[in-house]
């Protein structure tokens, strides 16, 4: 299968099992706001009507099923949306949620580290504001390089995009940074099972590899942003949401 497929009618069975089970365990980490999804979305949101008063394109990486997005795009002059993730069954909870936004919406099932390159070859325009959230940090340290560049590429004039996710302090390494976030996990995430905390301690040791905000920045520089400005950190030192300005 190709790395990029529109939204297919329906998921398969299999991905189906699958997203439902990592779907419960999502869901109720959103639901007592673990991560800090209120907070952040709510600076996005005042961020985004502050700066926009004409219509505006917006680029969702990893979108998942798109419900904290959508809050962050209520009441703002949104012309389109355009949502990419891996999860064809999240996506059809996306298609229903971005529904009340009323502009045009397009998704597709995908790596978005695929997927952009393909976008920037084959696009008539590019986007106003590109949002990835809690998704750049399963790259590799030069995937994140080469996707801020085809971000920047992909971005128009004045155009900016938005990263949400989490980073290490500068004297912190990743190692250290880990074994810090699951003790905060073990300490204050108390819904959470035995069983739901082992998943989550092998997702992260795997799969998160955050870099520090002075790393980013220096991406975003080397390949044409104006700026970089952070416009939310929580209060663990934890999570971030950082601005890059075309």
Known sequence: MSATRHLPDRPSLHSN????????????I???????????????????ADRFSQPFTFLDLGCGDATFSVRALANTPISLYQGIDLSAAALEIARQNVAVLSCPARFIE?????VVPELISNRDDGFDVILASFALHHLSYEQKEQTIARLHEL????????????VRPQEETRENYLHRYLGNVRRDWQAVSAEEYASIEEHLLSKDFPETEATLTTFASQNGFSKVENLYQDKIDTTQLL???R
């Open 17 to 28: 099992e699958l997203f439902e089970k990592q779907w419960q365990l999502y869901q109720k």
């Open 30 to 48: 959103l639901r007592h706001n673990y991560m800090g999804h209120r907070e952040l979305y709510d600076v996005l949101q005042v961020f985004l």
């Open 110 to 114: 995908g790596n978005f580290f695929t």
């Open 155 to 166: 971005l128009n004039p004045d155009g900016v995009f938005l990263l949400a996710d989490v």
């Open 243 to 245: 601005c890059f300005f």
